[in-house]
């Protein structure tokens, strides 16, 4: 007799346990197709409610931010966290989905790798120099500062972080990362350098003068460290996919981001950044191509063609020794770029077609 109650009240109490944690099923519905939508848009928002809860109110937030049923895409690009907060009776659901915010305009670039549609270049190049580089540098980084130029090299057991005679290509001052690191990206802020690794999840901070190592930040968000620039206020970093980071200058976290999408797709594989009179310039890893940022919404508003500078590298190679590398030089006001183990440092200007 004893089992059997023992047995009832288990049986009972597991009952009731499933009972209280359910929930009604909500989702937020969206009246764009395939929750898929273009840039000025205006989307409706509703409840799917198949269970007919009683609803009190509601509150829709898109990536964080409070919004109303009847939106107007005025925001970013790309894939956004669509949540509702609906307050039903003295209880809270959360219903979520995600809407995707693609670009409305030109140029027409495709996502990677499908380079063969990477055909809407819209700049000219000319070179107005050439100078040496050390074509055992795997360029990761590339950037100016009083009229010298900072490099960051990657590869294990090869990552270095340099100050460079550009004219030259004489290394001025030299630290060989722990064999531990994949050096990445790196931008210069506040008489500090800030370099990324690939994926120790780890970004360092050193003194700009001596290269003493002054501190580690981590990744909050993203899984790896790709490119990184700023505008005189803010760190940019890439990871290797569409998004762009916004980070934090005291605290180095990843508060906000962009995502870099087309009419129709998203653009991935963004490498090397510098911010170039308010816009930020990314790398395509393994392609020709530099594209031109907007970095308020993940538009782009350029694309430079860069195929006649790999024709006079002679190791040049579209799976290893590629592109990679831009510098703006305040002095010249004039565009660097390399790539990794090339023996050529371009200076260009560019024009728009």
């Known amino acids: 007799m004893f089992r059997f109650k023992y047995l009832v009240v288990t049986l009972l109490g597991v009952f009731l346990i499933g009972c209280a944690s359910e929930k009604p099923q909500l989702s937020v ?16 928002l509703s409840l799917n409610n198949p269970d007919g809860v009683s609803i009190n109110s509601i509150n829709y937030l898109l990536d964080g931010e409070t919004i109303t049923e009847n939106l107007k895409l005025n925001n970013k690009l790309g894939k956004q966290d669509l949540i509702a907060n609906v307050i039903s009776e003295n209880d809270t659901i ?12 030109d140029p027409e670039l495709y996502a990677f790798p499908d380079t063969k549609n990477y055909n809407k270049a819209d700049y000219t ?29 990657g590869q294990f057991g090869e990552s270095k972080l340099r100050k460079v005679d550009y004219k030259t290509g004489e290394v001025l001052k030299n630290l060989n990362l722990n ?5 990445e990206g790196l931008t210069i802020l506040d008489n500090k350098i800030y370099q990324l690794t690939w994926k120790a999840d780890t970004g360092i901070i050193y003194d700009l003068n ?29 990871d290797g996919t569409e998004k ?5 200058t005291s605290t180095l976290t990843e508060d906000d981001r962009i995502e870099v999408y087309t009419k129709k797709a998203k653009v991935g594989r ?26 308020k919404n993940g538009s782009i508003d350029g694309i430079i063609d860069m195929g006649e500078l790999t024709k006079q590298i002679p190791n040049y190679s579209k799976d290893d020794n590629v592109l990679n590398g831009i510098a703006y030089n305040p002095d010249t006001e ?4 390399t790539g990794k183990r090339w023996d050529k440092l371009f200076e260009i200007k560019i024009t728009k077609k």
Not at 97 to 103: C, I, K
Not at 129 to 139: K, L, R
Not at 244 to 248: T, Y
């Open 29 to 44: 519905k969206t009246s764009a197709k395939n929750n898929t939508a273009k840039l000025g848009e205006t989307v409706k």
């Open 94 to 105: 959360i219903a979520k989905s995600n809407l995707v915010v693609l670009d409305r305009k």
């Open 125 to 153: 190049v000319e070179i107005i120099n050439i100078y040496p580089h050390d074509e055992t540098s795997y360029t990761q980084g590339l950037e100016f500062h009083n009229g010298a130029l900072y490099e960051s090299t």
């Open 179 to 183: 064999s531990g690191y994949f050096a």
């Open 210 to 238: 001596t290269f003493e190592k002054l501190g580690i930040f981590r990744y909050n968000e993203s899984k790896e460290g790709w490119g990184l620039c700023n505008d005189g206020k803010t760190l940019y970093k890439s």
């Open 244 to 248: 762009i980071w916004s980070l934090n």
């Open 270 to 295: 963004l490498n090397e950044l510098e911010w170039i009179d308010g816009k930020i310039y990314a790398n395509l890893y393994t392609t020709n191509f530099i594209i031109i940022i907007n970095p």
């Open 334 to 337: 004039t565009i660097f770029v």
